[in-house]
């Protein structure tokens, strides 16, 4: 029997611009990857999920099957090669890119997402990896989605809010709840050169630019260019700080959601603030943000990035997906600007800068709650690939 498991990553991205998608998917791989060397096994990759300008592939080396897009179209005209290649996979992991197996993008995600979840179904065990589960809006998505789930292998919340909305779901007999796997993505803190208080501010593009609509899709309740402007405007009068604008989302190809325009717009504006790089990847990311001494942003995986690596953080919680995820860490210190006005969200932000070494300890017992959750999810993991070693026989 050879000692090779292939193992299907759906959802997950080598080529993503959202380096949060990135984060995902290098983290899950790491843990595979651990788990594998524990059990003396190698480890083969198929990839599916949204592509974009990065490549991170060399991450994965010779253990790269093949990494492709996930196409409605090819999948509806009998043209995809999703099914056969499915089928030579031991395991699928599907991590819904965090959190898009939910019908508030647009019922054609939901349904791409539900399509390629049954077809894996079909071939071989599948395994939703920690993500946010829903919300679904409407009553047809809830039954879709509790039906698919039940099926599933495992089911992973990355937060007790899913977890708890899996079970109004009646999905509970295989679920678990875990963090965020992005938990795990390694880093080498950057040093960076003064003695200024270095703040790292990731604003972000989509909401920058009103959502996918351009019309607060998201419902803010206040205009975020002009808040971002705003908190510029205090933060740089203040010359003890030195202002980093930080993207985590770099999409030439759909400015709606590019964060690096929206800080390079800023920056022309504000010129003493520095505006960082358009990162490789994920863990260059990381480590950029870990150089931080506070952090405040609005993309959830640049939040994560700061909080994993002790960077006290206020996260600008636009979704329930931030809520879930750090009030599950039992960390409270969040600007929610679905609820809050622009003078509450700027007075949150700053106030966590001066109480930053309060933060930091909250930070640091969060991080010890992450890191047993995650343990959990790594045992499931070994445990899954020691189950293929000992019961199936390998193709």
């Not at 759906?10 to 790491?30: F, I, P, R, Y």
């Not at 770099?250 to 959601?257: A, G, K, L």
């Not at 750090?326 to 109480?355: C, H, W």
């Amino acid at each position: 029997m050879s000692n090779t498991i292939n193992i299907g990553l759906m959802w997950h991205s080598l080529k993503s611009d959202n380096l949060g998608v990135g984060a995902l998917t290098l983290s899950q791989v790491e843990i595979i990857n651990e788990a594998a060397r524990a059990l003396g096994l190698s480890v083969a990759y198929k990839v599916w999920g949204t592509q974009g300008g990065k490549d991170y592939s060399a991450y994965l080396g010779d253990r790269l099957i093949s990494s492709g897009d996930i196409s409605l179209r090819e999948i509806v005209m009998g043209r995809s090669t999703l099914g056969a290649e499915m089928s030579s996979c031991h395991l699928i992991f599907d991590i819904g890119e965090g959190d898009s197996f939910s019908d508030i993008y647009g019922l054609k995600r939901f349904f791409l997402h539900v399509i390629t979840k049954w077809m894996a179904l079909g071939k071989c065990p599948l395994i939703l990896s920690p993500q946010t589960i829903g919300p679904y809006a409407r009553a047809s998505t809830r039954f879709l989605a509790s039906r698919l789930m039940k099926r599933c292998r495992k089911v992973f919340a990355r937060d007790d809010i899913s977890k708890d909305y899996l079970a109004k779901l009646g999905v509970v007999s295989n679920t678990g709840v875990a963090i965020d796997v992005a938990f795990a993505l390694p880093y080498q803190r950057k040093a960076f050169p003064g003695d200024k208080i270095k703040v790292g501010v990731n604003v972000s593009g989509l909401l920058f630019n009103g959502g996918y609509s351009k019309n607060n899709m998201f419902g803010l309740q206040f205009d975020y260019r002009q808040f971002a402007e705003h908190l510029l405007e205090k933060l740089t009068a203040d010359d003890r700080y030195q202002v980093y604008l930080v993207p985590h989302v770099v999409c030439e190809s759909y400015p709606v959601d590019d964060d690096f325009k929206a800080c390079q717009c800023l920056h022309e504006q504000f010129p003493n603030t520095v505006l960082a790089p358009t990162f490789k990847d994920p863990i260059e990311a990381k480590s950029y943000i870990a150089g931080m001494d506070f952090f405040t942003g609005s993309r959830m995986h640049a939040c994560i990035a700061a909080f994993s690596s002790g960077v006290p953080v206020v996260p600008v919680s636009y979704s329930r997906k931030f809520n879930g995820l750090f009030k599950s860490m039992g960390y409270e210190y969040l600007a929610d600007p679905t609820t809050q006005n622009e003078e509450q969200v700027l007075g949150s932000i700053l106030e966590g800068l001066s109480r930053r070494a309060e933060l930091a300890e909250k930070v640091y017992a969060g991080n010890r709650i992450a890191a047993s959750r995650l343990n959990m999810y790594r045992e499931f993991v070994a445990e899954a690939l020691d189950k293929v070693l000992r019961t199936s026989a390998m193709p």
